[in-house]
T-cell receptor
């Protein structure tokens, strides 16, 4: 069964600094990979997704992520963080084939942005 | 602006009471999910439906939880009897042509069982 690890529970960055959130997955084949963001009191919103092809994917709000098969990683990056990016970020993996609608989520990384 | 709606947004109840949470998926979406979010366990999939048929409810405690889709515009999650350990935020999500498209999440129901 697939699984996702987000090693950092909480990250604090200054506004304008760069950001990288880590995600490692466990899955035998090439997975479908996703990053979602959750603002306080809200549901989750999709930032970006990877299925195949170019390993660097662009998402909304200036985020990008890179799939590295050799490291089983799908890290999320942003070159310059804005105060409005403060939220919780979830990496998720979906299985290919049957039951592929299902996602397994990591436990999340909470991002705090200092002014 | 199509959205997933959930009611109630907040529910406080006493142990042993029945709790019903409702979800209206986005019109036209054929797949509906129920998730539970807690600090300890994170986001867990409880059950999901495609075209109103239950496909997987392995994440749900069967003795007290039940999930149904009486029609395409309504999904329900019931807990009977409720216990303090059921306190969590329950999210509904819907989608179409998954996994290629986004799962759209509702705002959640925050349940507190005293």
């Amino acid at each position: 069964a697939q699984s996702v690890t987000q090693p950092d529970i909480h990250i604090t960055v200054s506004e304008g600094a760069s950001l990288e959130l880590r995600c490692n997955y466990s899955y035998g084949a090439t997975p479908y990979l996703f990053w979602y963001v959750q603002s306080p009191g809200q549901g989750l919103q999709l930032l970006l997704k990877y299925f195949s092809g170019d390993t660097l994917v662009q998402g909304i709000k200036g985020f990008e992520a890179e799939f590295k098969r050799s490291q089983s990683s799908f890290n999320l990056r942003k070159p310059s963080v804005h105060w409005s990016d403060a939220a919780e970020y979830f990496c998720a993996v979906g299985a290919t084939g049957g039951g592929s609608e299902k996602l397994v989520f990591g436990k999340g990384t909470k991002l705090t942005v200092n002014p | 602006d199509a959205r997933v709606t959930q009611t109630p947004r907040h529910k406080v109840t006493e142990m042993g009471q029945e709790v019903t949470m409702r979800c209206q998926p986005i019109l036209g979406h054929n797949t509906v999910f129920w998730y539970r979010q807690t600090m300890m366990q994170g986001l867990e999939l409880l059950a999901y439906f495609r075209n109103r048929a239950p496909l997987d409810d392995s994440g749900m405690p069967k003795d007290r939880f039940s999930a149904e889709m009486p029609d395409a515009t309504l999904a329900t999650l019931k807990i009977q009897p409720s216990e303090p350990r059921d306190s969590a935020v329950y999210f509904c999500a819907s989608g179409l042509r998954l996994p290629y498209n986004e799962q759209f999440f509702g705002p959640g129901t925050r349940l507190t069982v005293l």
